[in-house]
């Protein structure tokens, strides 16, 4: 399903906001949990801010989470499945959420500038992040922050 909706010639933003949702300007940024059966959307409206959205494939339903973030934002899960990174807030924060349940499980920070890019290892224990000249990648089971380059 999604295979055809990505091959068609309009933008990938676009098709995601015409079946996910409606009233979010765009999609600052997606990700696909492993198994395919969800896709986290993180949606941006001028008026609203910022909000994380839950899409479940198989019964082509969508959760709007309690989840806000700030323009500039993107979320990621991990390859298990089981964590979903969101950033960033008003502190320049990236939370870690449970992804089958959404339940806050913490956060790391802080991320200057524009966050650009959020990526788990694939074991899932560390978690990397871009933002305008800055990498830092962070232990996820506690937080430490293990490199950082500005």
């Not at 232990?139 to 500005?150: V, Y």
Request: glycine residues 10%.
């Amino acid at each position: 399903m999604i295979v055809d909706w990505l091959s068609k010639p309009q933008s990938v933003d676009r098709c995601l906001k015409t079946v996910f949702f409606e009233g979010y300007d765009y999609v600052h940024s997606s990700a696909l949990a492993p198994g395919g059966d969800r896709v986290f959307l993180c949606a941006w409206n001028g008026i609203r801010g910022g909000c994380l959205f839950v899409h479940d494939l198989a019964h082509h339903s969508t959760l709007q989470t309690s989840v806000r973030f700030y323009e500039g934002s993107h979320c990621t899960i991990s390859d298990d499945g089981r964590l979903l990174a969101v950033g960033k807030d008003p502190h320049h924060r990236i939370h870690f959420y449970s992804a089958h349940l959404l339940k806050e499980l913490g956060s790391v920070g802080e991320v200057p500038g524009f966050l650009r890019k959020l990526c788990f290892s694939p074991s899932g224990r560390l978690l990397a992040a871009g933002s305008d000249g800055t990498l830092k990648v962070w232990d996820t089971a506690n937080g430490e922050l293990l490199f950082a380059r500005d």
